[in-house]
């Protein structure tokens, strides 16, 4: 069984939530860190400083940037860039605001995973951190060159900030590959999984395998009722033996897919449905209607071939009826 | 737009050209019924291979055809719904309960001449 949860679609989540990442997680993040309170009050003294500078060391940044061949592909006009810089502004000064909190976290995420969207590669992403660091370093005891250890500590909280950071836009890179990995897995499975085969002359085999939802249910009829027509066929047998669930969705799904094809002609015959699957569905109260179910392939093909006026008939080696079946 | 019907044997074939307005429709329904009575046909046969539409007024017309010959003594034969249009019927909830649907009007003919076997040897008690 499938968790309710995993069943809402994403969008609803935030990126937060979708990474797990809670206020224990980000308070654990923290502790890995050593970063407290303190680094928060140090942090809001570079705070004029950081705006004061954020728009040249910004300019700078993407002068280095676009220094190299490969990264003027990701920038093509001068109004994605400004507008690129000005988020990278905006998140320069975030950085020396306090209140690093779960919205903090869900800002950094949405930009890792732009740029992963992007496919900014993250040697790229990361250098931003490097050349920021850099510039802050050298403009820090603009503040106060009198305690200079004092400064060195305000730097020390920068950094271990920077490293949430850091550690943040990885998560959501390695995040977002694994949802495309993850994705493109099961639309190859999904693919793979609906073959419609023509079993003999007006009978078509279509196996399922894994989940039912329904896009695939849409997919999965409409390729039925294209075979159908392409094959001429008058019974179809669809075997649910690879189906882990039915719940009252999937059960319409399949009643849907029974009556699209009647519609055009074609008897269904469903097999394959195992004495877990019956005891959930008559549990949930699930009534397939006037779908024909028998219990497993070998009796949806013999109920099939009865349909279509077939008699099966062993014979022996002279090729004498033996046996009928 | 009119639809001919054309008579073959005991069967009567409805061929639809084109889209049909509800008007059409009603008309179609009426000069079906009135059909069957004249030639005492045994089965109706609707193509509606051409139409790339099925609004529910259809459907129900559709419905009303089928039962108004049933009462005459006439089955119904749906044929050639496409693809598409199946699937969004069904997701519209206009399955046609009730009615032959196949897939041409060969097998329509076919599937009409094997239920009216089946009630002969049905009456005769086999």
Do not use: C
């Given at each position: 069984m499938v968790p309710p949860s995993t069943q809402f679609p994403e969008r609803f989540l935030t990126l937060a939530e979708m990474m797990n990442i809670s206020d224990q997680e980000l308070a654990r993040r923290k502790q890995i860190l050593e970063f407290g309170p303190e680094d928060e009050a140090r942090l809001q003294k570079l705070a004029k400083v950081s705006e004061e500078y954020a728009q040249e060391v910004i300019d700078?940044?993407?002068?280095?940037?676009?220094?190299?061949?490969?990264?003027?592909?990701?920038?093509?006009?001068?109004?994605?860039?400004?507008?690129?810089?000005?988020?990278?502004?905006?998140?320069?000064?975030?950085?020396?605001?306090?209140?690093?909190?779960?919205?903090?976290?869900?800002?950094?995420?949405?930009?890792?995973?732009?740029?992963?969207?992007?496919?900014?590669?993250?040697?790229?992403?990361?250098?931003?951190?490097?050349?920021?660091?850099?510039?802050?370093?050298?403009?820090?005891?603009?503040?106060?060159?009198?305690?200079?250890?004092?400064?060195?500590?305000?730097?020390?909280?920068?950094?271990?900030?920077?490293?949430?950071?850091?550690?943040?836009?990885?998560?959501?890179?390695?995040?977002?590959?694994?949802?495309?990995?993850?994705?493109?897995?099961?639309?190859?499975?999904?693919?793979?999984?609906?073959?419609?085969?023509?079993?003999?002359?007006?009978?078509?085999?279509?196996?399922?395998?894994?989940?039912?939802?329904?896009?695939?249910?849409?997919?999965?009829?409409?390729?039925?009722?294209?075979?159908?027509?392409?094959?001429?066929?008058?019974?179809?047998?669809?075997?649910?033996?690879?189906?882990?669930?039915?719940?009252?969705?999937?059960?319409?799904?399949?009643?849907?897919?029974?009556?699209?094809?009647?519609?055009?002609?074609?008897?269904?015959?469903?097999?394959?449905?195992?004495?877990?699957?019956?005891?959930?569905?008559?549990?949930?109260?699930?009534?397939l209607g006037p779908v024909y179910t028998v219990g497993d392939l070998q009796n949806g093909i013999e109920h099939a071939e009865r349909l279509l006026g077939y008699r099966v008939e062993k014979v022996d080696e002279a090729g004498l009826p033996r046996e009928t079946m | 737009m009119e639809v001919p019907i054309l008579k073959q044997g005991d069967f009567l074939i409805a061929s639809i050209q084109g889209a049909l307005t509800d008007t059409d429709l009603t008309g179609l329904q009426e000069k079906l019924v009135h059909a069957v009575r004249r030639h005492r046909s045994k089965g109706v046969v609707i193509d509606v291979t051409v139409l790339d539409v099925m609004d529910s007024f259809a459907a129900r017309t559709l419905r009303s055809i089928t039962v108004m010959t049933r009462l005459l003594g006439a089955k119904v034969a749906v044929v050639g719904i496409q693809p598409d249009i199946a699937f969004s019927m069904v997701q519209l909830g206009l399955t046609l309960e009730g009615t032959i649907t196949s897939l041409d009007l060969e097998d329509g003919i076919a599937m009409l001449k094997a239920a009216n076997n089946k009630d002969r040897l049905g009456k005769h008690g086999r």
């Open positions: 700078a940044f993407y002068r280095h940037l676009l220094s190299f061949e490969e990264m003027k592909a990701f920038f093509p006009d001068s109004e994605l860039l400004a507008r690129v810089k000005a988020k990278q502004k905006a998140y320069f000064i975030r950085l020396t605001q306090g209140n690093y909190d779960l919205d903090y976290v869900e800002d950094r995420l949405k930009i890792g995973a732009i740029h992963e969207q992007i496919d900014l590669p993250v040697k790229f992403y990361l250098s931003m951190y490097n050349f920021y660091l850099r510039e802050v370093w050298k403009h820090i005891f603009e503040i106060d060159h009198e305690h200079p250890d004092e400064m060195m500590e305000i730097f020390f909280s920068l950094m271990k900030l920077t490293f949430l950071d850091i550690a943040l836009a990885i998560d959501t890179y390695i995040d977002s590959r694994e949802r495309t990995i993850k994705a493109l897995q099961q639309e190859a499975i999904r693919e793979l999984s609906t073959p419609v085969l023509p079993f003999r002359e007006g009978m078509l085999l279509l196996p399922i395998i894994g989940q039912i939802d329904s896009q695939r249910a849409r997919q999965l009829t409409e390729h039925l009722l294209l075979s159908i027509r392409a094959n001429r066929a008058k019974v179809v047998v669809i075997d649910i033996t690879g189906v882990a669930t039915v719940d009252s969705r999937v059960a319409n799904h399949l009643v849907q897919t029974v009556d699209a094809a009647r519609l055009m002609g074609t008897k269904v015959v469903f097999s394959g449905i195992s004495p877990e699957i019956a005891l959930t569905m008559v549990t949930l109260g699930i009534d | -």
